[in-house]
């Protein structure tokens, strides 16, 4: 009897540590490893320019470890798996499973296809602690607040599922004429603007191990604090690595478990596994609200009169608004595909708040900009900021750039990194330049309105409108 052949197709899980549909693959025969780029179903939801460079070289880190046995196409993954099934005689295909509104849509479809072809079908949990029709509420809603969510809902439900090996017997097949190729994809932009990214990053099942074992040797023992502060290296940077998948939160869950010998005591494990918490409710909210990256979670804002100037956008999106920390944050993002997380909520506020420009604008600049560019923590984080989202920041938490500056980044080091135009100004002006004097501007070699703009907006002004416009819908 010939040995049963089963199609293990990748999506976000592009590992062979912990990925428990590989597993299966492997136990029931022969495995084709075969990754398809879906550009019939994602819609608006393909993935942006960054996101394609990482995808790019995870593509191929994955390719090595599989000893270039990986399968790539590109279509509608089920006319693909049709026709793999075809030529080779595959009698199973095994996934783990996505939890975008349009991935669930699909594979349902998909499933429901493949097993009228009389073809066995199996999907795994790989992505997440707890998958979202497993957390509810007392009264069997889904929670809306992140805190019980997470305390009473996850910390109290079964322990996530432990972590697993890559399989030590697996007989990979491949076939030439299945296999498009890496580069037919044309993940890579033809200007190359991600030569930084290059240097800062390594995409790939071994870069997220590495990443996480540097994390656990020395940031994390200062995460609480640390994590806020824009100029030190004091956060994991897994979320490109978690977005695709070279890594799974339970690797990351059990190892910073194992760190503090299994103790949920450390103030630094509680912040940063609660983070991962947040990770977690993200797709949460996605998945039992499936319209966050459209619509107002909350109706009143669709009310909401935005002014949403383009000039504005465009400034804010070339980091010339002429408020420093926004500046240097929206740099960041544009030279190295990453943005800080203190950083991301000041920029976030000042285009929403003080430029009045629908989060919608930020979102999709986010998208194709973030190397982590993930629908479920884009939309809810976006909606978060807003104010409009489930859990969110009330909106009249109006961040004010100066001060969060002067707080999370006071010597100016952030700053001075990424507006090397500022670099000479005192730490007293270095978050608000409008206010330097006269000649403290010139001794520092800047004119406002040339070397670095004068601000877009006054940020007092600004903040008093837009909550003039909430008092407006508060009602509603
Ligand atoms: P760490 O502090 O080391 O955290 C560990 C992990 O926890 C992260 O890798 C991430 O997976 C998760 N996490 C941390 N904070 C959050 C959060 N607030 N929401 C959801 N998950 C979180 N994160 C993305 O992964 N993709 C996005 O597209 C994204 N867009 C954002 C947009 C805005 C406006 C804001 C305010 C935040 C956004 N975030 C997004 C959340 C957060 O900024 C990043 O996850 C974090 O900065 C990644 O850096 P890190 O891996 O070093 O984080």
Known sequence: MSTPISIMWFRQDLRLRDNPALREACNNG??????????????????????????????HSLNKSLDGKLHIASGNPIDVLQKIIQQTGATQVVWNRCYEPWQIHRDKAVKQQLQEDGVQ??????????????IMNQSGSPYKVFTPFYRKGCLKAPSPRSVEAAPKQ??????????????????????????????QWQPGEEGAGVSLSEFLNEPINDYKQARDVPSLNGTSHLSPHLHFGEISPNQIWYATLHKFNGSMEDPHMDCFLSEIG????????????????????????????????????????????????VDAGMRELW????????????????LVKNLRTHWHHGESWFWDCLLDADLAANSASWQWIAGSGADASPFFRIFNPVTQGEKFDSEGEYVRHYCPELKHLPNKYIHKPWDAPKEVLATAGIRLGDEYPHPLVDLKESRQQALDAYEAVKNA
């Open 121 to 134: 079908v199996n999907s795994f949990n790989g992505s997440l602690l707890w998958e979202p029709w497993t």
């Open 170 to 199: 697996a007989n990979f097949i491949y076939q030439n004429k299945l296999d498009q190729g890496i580069d037919s994809l044309e993940l890579l932009p033809e200007i190359s603007w991600y030569k930084q990214m290059q240097q």
């Open 278 to 325: 947040w990770r977690e409710f993200s797709y949460y909210l996605l998945y039992h609200f499936p319209t966050l990256p459209s619509e107002n979670y909350n109706a009143k804002f669709n009310q909401y009169q935005w002014r949403g100037r383009n000039n504005d956008l465009q400034a804010w999106q070339q980091g010339q608004t002429g408020v420093p920390i």
């Open 30 to 59: 022969d495995v084709i490893p075969v990754y398809i780029y879906d550009n019939c179903n994602a819609e608006s939801f393909t993935p942006g320019a960054a996101s394609k460079w990482w995808l790019h070289h995870s593509l």
């Open 335 to 350: 030279q190295t595909g990453y943005m800080h997380n203190r950083v991301r909520m000041i920029v976030g506020s000042y």
